[in-house]
Structure formats: structure tokens, C-alpha cells
């Protein structure tokens, strides 16, 4: 009797491993095994981390947390914080917790990911138009989850191309500006304009600034209230040839005026889905799609210097819904993983060298190691399609469109074999969604 019991429960038991092969892919349970080296090279980016943030983060200090991922930033003692939640009445912290891991994974995958919501995208997607879709129309709600879709595609089609219109590494270097009052202390403008691209944001203006925020403009990316006055944002650059891209919902009035005004720019929905709602702040979403178009990006007027004053915009005195010093340490950290550079006034020198940064190899061992222990799909995998977890033939795309590319584009596109890669919210292991040629 416990023999037949047992001989049930084995093969229960393979059965279900069987199932969850099946499920999780074969790769997967054979690269996910931690190793030693994974360890050391979790350990190597911690102590070279460090080592940068107390190099150049302007009296930061990153000390380790209770695991190999997690680290501590801390702001000297003496730091006055300025800012209060609204909702505690309570002055932000002087100490904030990371986890390098999830920090060095996602943001690398962001790099070749694209951000850019398509129509591709939402067919691709399992009940794409009833689950994804409507949240992406601002009357979503009475949509009834698109079960009119003709009616749905209508209200985005001024903003839905069918394949992504940028490719990642599409663009040398970027340059990416906030609206910080902290510009006016520097005259950055005619270096900004010597960048290849440069990414502005909601309605900040150009023109009686120039000397400090340079002229050039090629995207802006808008929370909703700078969307909704899209008529005026479009007034900001004088070409008319700025790329506009919102971040959150389309709006009907946004419809109208790209119909009626006309609107000439190019409008875009940002995708936005690999950070979720971890990532809301403006300066974030910025950088994550800088960083899926450009090689190398870097950030001028979104962070504050040590013993800043106030957190004003350099075109207009309030701000309100910042955590100006949680920002700080955050971008400290994306620029000693090497995925950004920061350009302050006290960061003034253009050819500042961002000393210890870890090395490209101490970073890839690190992602691989963080992947496994995140337990991604596809972890330690060389196949670039092993975080595809779910994969669709494209249905077609402009010809031509690859080999305009640059170079550094063109071979991400052989290495990848031209698939397009989407960020899945919330999906298990952290898959993607994956745009392969027909
Ligand atoms: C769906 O929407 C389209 C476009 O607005 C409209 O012409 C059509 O009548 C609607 N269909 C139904 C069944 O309501
Ligand atoms: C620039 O300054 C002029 C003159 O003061 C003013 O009329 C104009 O509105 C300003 N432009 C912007 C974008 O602030
Ligand atoms: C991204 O693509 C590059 C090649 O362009 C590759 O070396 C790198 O491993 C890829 N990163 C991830 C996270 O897939």
C-alpha cells in the first residue's frame, strides 16, 4: 500500500515537473543554477559601486545591504532635507535602499527593448485590445473594454504606428533635460547642442533660455496636463519638427487638435511597461527611453547638488510631488552602473571622467547573475530570444527601414536577427514580448 502510494507520488511528481518544463521552457532549469562566479561578480559590482558612488556622488556614501543585491545610500549627515510628503507631512530621508540586481537587469534590458507603444504590440498581446488597449484611451472607461475595437483603433490611431519608429541604438549620444531651476546656475546651452539628440520634456521652453537649455530639440515626452495643451507645446519649438511622445492616456482633445490645427509632429504613445508604477517620475521615464534609443545618455537639470535651496523650475517658481533627494541617490546609482552621465553645476566639466564605474564585463556577469537569481526567463542564456516569452511573427514592416540605420544599430539588429523586444507588465520571470520577421 505505501509502495503504490509512493510509486502515485512519483509519478505525480515527474508528471508536474514534466508540466512545469513544459511550462518554464527546458533552458531555463538547467541555466538558472547559481554559481559561485554569479556570486563573486554580484560581489565585484557591489565593491566597484561603492568605490563610484563616494567617487562622484558628491558626498554619498553606498554601503551593503543584507544580501548580495542590496545597498544603502546614504546622504552625509548634515543634510537638510526640504521636501515633505504631502500626504505624511514628513521630510524625506537621508538614507534609501536599492537593489542592485533588479537595477542592473531591467535597465540593461531596457536598452534594447523598444518603448514605443504599437499596434503590433496590442495585437500581439492575448486579449491585447480588451486588457491593454482601453486603459490607453483617456475615456477608457466607457469603452466598455474595447468591445467595439473599430471604435477603439479610431481613438488611437493619430498615435499608433504599426512597428516601432525607433530602433534601440538608433541614436549616438543623447541628451536628456529636465526642468530644475538648478540650470540657470550654468551656461550648458551650446553644449547640449552639440549632442546628436536631445529629449525634452513637458512644457519647457527653449526660447529666452537658450544660453542655459540650448535650442535643439528632437523629443519631448508629456505627462497628461502638457498633452492636453498640445497647441502650445507644439508652439515651443519653433521647426515644428519635435517628436512628441505622451506618457500617459490619449485624450480627445489631443485627437481634435492633431486633426484640426493641424498638428504636423509625430505623436506617440510612450509603452512604458518595464518599470510599471515603480518608475511614475517624470525624470525616470525620460531616461528609460532615452536609453532604448541612444548609446550613450546624458542628464542635465533632473537632479539636485548637495545643499540645494528650493526644487523650482527654471522657467516658473512652483513644484509640487518631488522627492528631490530619493532622485539623487536613484540617479547616482544608474550613473555608477555606467547607464547614464550627470551633468550639474558642481558636475560642470563636460569631459568629468565618472571614475570606478563598473567595467562592461563586471556589468554583463552581474546582469547574468542577477537574472538567475531574479529568476528570469531566459537567465544566463546567449541566445538573445531566451527572454521571449511569448513570440509572434510580424506581420510586415517599411522596407528599407533597417538599412538606413547606423552602425552600432545595425548590429544589435543581426545579433537580435531583426526581433523586436516589449516590455510584459507583470509577467511572470519578467518575459517579453517578442516581434520576430515573418
Ligand atoms: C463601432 O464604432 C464605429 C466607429 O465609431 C461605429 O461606426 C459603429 O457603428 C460601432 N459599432 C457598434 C456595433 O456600435
Ligand atoms: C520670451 O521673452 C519675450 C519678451 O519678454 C516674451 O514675450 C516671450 O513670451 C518669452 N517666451 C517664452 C517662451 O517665455
Ligand atoms: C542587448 O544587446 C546587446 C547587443 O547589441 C547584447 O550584447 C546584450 O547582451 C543585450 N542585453 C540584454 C539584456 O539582452
Not at 547640449?192 to 533660455?209: L, S
Not at 536609453?291 to 535651496?309: E, N
Amino acid at each position: 500500500m505505501r509502495l503504490l502510494q509512493l510509486g502515485f507520488l512519483i509519478a505525480l511528481a515527474s508528471g508536474l515537473a514534466a508540466i512545469l518544463i513544459y511550462i518554464t521552457g527546458v533552458s531555463n532549469l538547467y541555466y538558472n543554477r547559481i554559481s559561485d562566479e554569479d556570486y563573486e561578480a554580484l560581489e565585484t559590482l557591489q565593491g566597484d559601486f561603492r568605490k563610484c558612488v563616494s567617487a562622484n556622488g558628491l558626498g554619498l556614501e553606498a554601503v551593503s545591504g543584507k544580501d548580495y543585491c542590496q545597498v544603502t545610500i546614504n546622504f552625509p549627515k548634515d543634510t537638510v532635507p526640504k521636501w515633505r510628503d504631502p500626504t505624511t507631512g514628513e521630510l524625506e530621508s537621508l538614507s534609501f535602499d536599492f537593489n542592485l540586481c533588479e537595477a542592473v537587469a531591467a535597465w540593461e534590458r531596457v536598452r534594447n527593448s523598444t518603448t514605443i507603444l504599437t499596434k503590433e504590440y496590442i495585437d500581439a498581446l492575448p486579449s491585447g485590445w480588451e486588457e491593454y488597449a482601453w486603459r490607453r484611451i483617456n475615456k477608457g472607461v466607457l469603452l466598455n473594454r474595447c468591445e467595439n475595437k473599430t471604435l477603439c483603433m479610431e481613438k488611437l490611431s493619430l498615435v499608433l504606428p504599426e512597428t516601432p519608429p525607433y530602433f534601440p541604438r538608433q541614436f549616438g549620444r543623447c541628451a536628456v533635460i529636465g526642468n530644475s531651476g538648478d540650470l540657470l546656475k550654468t551656461k550648458f546651452g551650446k553644449e547640449i547642442d552639440g549632442y546628436d539628440v536631445v529629449i525634452r520634456e513637458n512644457g519647457a521652453p527653449i526660447q529666452n533660455y537658450s544660453d542655459y537649455v540650448g535650442k535643439k530639440s528632437t523629443l519631448r515626452l508629456l505627462n497628461r496636463g502638457s498633452a492636453k495643451a498640445l497647441d502650445k507645446v507644439v508652439e515651443l519649438d519653433e521647426t515644428r519638427k519635435e517628436v512628441l511622445i505622451v506618457k500617459t492616456t490619449i485624450h480627445d482633445i489631443m485627437s481634435k487638435m492633431i486633426r484640426e490645427i493641424p498638428i504636423k509632429n509625430p505623436v506617440y504613445l510612450m509603452l512604458g511597461a518595464a518599470f510599471g508604477s515603480a518608475a511614475k517620475g517624470t525624470g525616470l521615464k525620460a531616461l528609460e527611453f532615452a536609453l532604448s534609443i541612444c548609446d550613450s545618455v546624458d542628464m542635465y537639470g533632473f537632479t539636485v547638488d548637495p545643499g540645494y535651496k528650493e526644487w523650482t523650475r527654471y522657467f516658473s517658481e512652483s513644484r509640487k510631488g518631488h522627492t528631490p533627494l530619493h532622485g539623487r541617490a536613484y540617479y547616482q546609482m544608474m550613473e555608477c552602473l555606467g547607464l547614464i552621465k550627470i551633468h550639474s553645476p558642481m558636475r560642470s566639466d563636460p569631459n568629468r571622467v565618472v571614475k570606478w564605474v563598473p567595467s562592461q564585463n563586471t556589468i554583463r556577469a552581474a546582469r547574468v547573475a542577477s537574472q538567475k537569481l531574479l529568476g528570469m526567463v531566459g537567465a544566463g542564456s546567449s541566445n538573445p530570444l531566451s527572454s521571449c516569452s511569448l513570440i509572434k511573427k510580424r506581420v510586415k514592416r517599411k522596407p528599407a527601414s533597417i538599412s538606413r540605420l547606423k552602425k552600432t544599430a545595425i548590429k544589435h539588429q543581426k545579433y537580435v536577427k531583426g526581433t523586436t523586444m516589449y516590455p510584459l507588465e507583470n509577467s511572470p520571470g519578467h518575459g517579453q514580448l517578442c516581434m520576430v520577421p515573418a
